[in-house]
């Protein structure tokens, strides 16, 4: 069997908040001659510079570009995605909640112009960042193709988000980044980590210069780097995976050897967990994964 997936990994420069149709044709112009419904990943705070090209402080960008999810950016980027007949994942942007708070909020978007995920940062990079943690992890369905989860930069460092997303049926963890400074090194790290410890794709995509350091790039389940932007320029990323092979690694193991999701058998006994008053118990140990059975939990909703 085989589930390919087209992959384009915009390492792009951050762009106006309202710049929306510069975006669209950069979209276009990323995936022009590409087969048909690619998913297609921005940066972190991609669409997060000041409105109309304003050189706003950072301080100032969540309250003057927020707006709420459903507002007419929403709207402007399910016509793009529609438009263009692909998955978009745009990076993220501000988001203005309900009660008025600010979030850093990542969306897909389906070829059918549907937002089917949307997910707030859980770990803004403190004390820097201003905005108000998310409280919920979030993966969403590629209908006859697989499951993607959802992460945003300082979340990879958190070991806890990639593994839970796994848990969840993830795949793929994509995570928008938008890191300008010397510890993109350890980032690199992490995301050949995530993918060795979970056994799942990741795609670490960062901001081009003068915001971003780029060295964005797509790891494979066995943390092998499949490709990786040389430098901080512009850059497009394009590849096929193929979801099968999280199924394939997980069967027979990383290197053949090791099978983290079949460690536990029914009869251990559940192990303390202190630091989050919990435990891992070896009967909901195994995730949605297409080798083992298990519970299939909650599916967040956009």
């Known amino acids: 069997m085989s589930r390919p997936l087209p992959l384009v990994l915009a390492q792009a420069a951050q762009r106006p908040a309202d710049d929306l149709d510069g975006f669209a044709a950069d979209v276009a112009r990323r995936v022009r001659g590409l087969l048909a ?8 705070l991609h669409l997060g510079g000041g409105p109309g ?41 501000f988001e203005r909640g309900a009660d008025g708070r600010i979030h850093n909020t990542a969306a897909v978007y389906s070829p059918g112009g549907e937002r089917v995920a949307s997910y707030r940062k859980i770990f803004p990079w403190r004390p820097y960042e201003t905005a108000v943690p998310g409280g919920e992890f979030v993966v969403f369905d590629m209908p006859g193709t697989g499951r993607v989860g959802l992460s945003i930069c300082y979340d990879a460092w958190f070991p806890e988000t990639s593994r ?8 793929l963890v994509l995570n928008f980044v938008q890191t300008g400074t010397s510890d993109r090194a350890q980032e690199i790290v992490l995301a050949r980590a995530n993918s060795i410890v979970n056994q799942v794709f990741t ?6 210069a003068p915001v971003g350091a780029g060295r964005s790039l797509l790891v494979d389940p066995s943390g092998q780097v499949r490709s990786q932007a ?4 512009d850059t497009t990323l394009t590849d096929v995976i193929d979801l099968d092979e999280v199924t394939n690694i997980r069967r027979f193991g990383t290197a053949a050897l ?10 251990d006994r559940p192990l303390d967990l202190p630091l989050y008053q919990g435990r891992i118990d070896p009967a909901t ?6 080798t083992g059975s298990g519970p299939v939990p909650a599916e967040s909703t956009p």
């Open 37 to 44: 419904q690619p998913l297609v990943v921005y940066p972190e």
């Open 53 to 93: 090209g304003s050189d706003l402080p950072p301080a100032e960008l969540p309250e003057a570009t927020a707006e709420p999810l459903d507002g007419p950016r929403d709207t402007a980027l399910a016509r793009i995605a529609a438009d263009l007949g692909v998955w978009l994942a745009p990076g993220s942007f």
């Open 164 to 171: 839970h997303l796994a848990w969840m049926g993830a795949e």
């Open 203 to 208: 795609a670490s995509v960062n901001c081009a």
């Open 230 to 233: 040389p430098a901080d320029g």
């Open 258 to 267: 090791n099978r983290p999701w079949e460690q536990f058998r029914p009869d």
């Open 285 to 290: 140990w195994r995730g949605r994964t297409r």
